[in-house]
């Protein structure tokens, strides 16, 4: 009975100390990726107005750069959409690949990578955002080299200030590309 007690001792040690390592992981590359943006989710309402102006439909392809843990992906893979969500935090990635495993989601995938490194596929038809001023300006710089004329961008919160906006609820902003 004792040695019983003794390795659930160590069970619940190893457990804790697998916890700690995640949170400090997590706090790390939470720092590391300040200069992009901080981890704060998109308001559900705020995702619906982003869904809506994005036109995000049926076998639509979205692409949510930052996508920190889905939920814009996860939005709208339940309108038929196909979403990637590219994440620079590994944590964060990781946590999203198992939400979609236990939503049972296939149209969703999850990339670790920095999103100016990152190769946006040609058939994209509509790019989220929901980052810092200054990391958007830089995004659309990017956005326009890499995706075909007419491929809508949605920001949500923050607007690029010398790009004609083309559509607008709430702090949704949508933007095409020309």
């Known amino acids: 009975m004792n040695s019983v007690l003794v ?17 400090m992981l997590y706090a790390m590359f939470q720092l590391y990726c300040m200069h992009i943006a901080p981890f704060v989710p998109s308001k559900k309402s705020a995702i619906d107005v982003m869904l809506d102006l994005g036109g995000v439909t049926q076998g639509m392809r979205i692409v949510d750069l930052g996508s920190g843990m889905g939920d814009i992906c996860f939005a709208a893979a339940q309108r038929g ?15 999203s690949k198992i939400s979609a495993f236990f939503r049972h989601e296939s149209r ?13 596929p040609k058939e994209t038809d509509v790019v989220m955002l929901y980052l810092f001023p200054q990391t958007v300006q830089r995004v659309w ?4 080299t890499e995706l075909p004329s007419g491929t809508k961008i949605v920001t949500n919160a923050f607007v690029l200030p010398t790009v004609p906006v083309a559509a607008k609820r709430d702090s949704v902003f949508v933007y095409l590309i020309p």
């Open 7 to 23: 390795i659930a001792v160590l069970v619940v040690e190893v457990l804790v100390l697998l916890v700690l390592v995640v949170v």
């Open 81 to 95: 959409a196909h979403a990637t969500g590219v994440e620079l935090n590994p944590v964060l990635v990781v946590m």
């Open 108 to 120: 969703v995938q999850f990339v670790c990578a920095d999103l100016f490194r990152y190769t946006l």
């Open 141 to 144: 710089n990017k956005l326009i």
